[in-house]
């Protein structure tokens, strides 16, 4: 069952509200109810284990085939080098 809730908020607040659910093309009530899950949830006694879940569609075999995975989905890229640059040698007029 769902029940209405009025909620009032300062000028700041609703812009900052409506900026976020915008951002994520979510509801106004959308993001009150996750911003009201996240602040009720019950803490568990490992945070880790409390994620387990929170992904949706990974493979089933994902902790058996971790490594696997990851290499096919990793690409390290080499850093980029540091190029000095080179001083115009035109001279420069004041």
Known sequence: MTRALQVYLDDHDLARLEAWARERRW???QAIRAANRALTRRHAKDPLLDLSGDIEDLP???????????????????????????????????
């Open 27 to 29: 509801t106004k009530s």
């Open 60 to 94: 089933a075999d994902l902790s058996a085939s971790f490594d696997r995975y990851l290499s096919e989905t990793f690409v390290a890229k080499p850093p980029v080098g540091h190029r000095a640059r080179r001083r115009s040698r035109a001279t420069v007029r004041r």
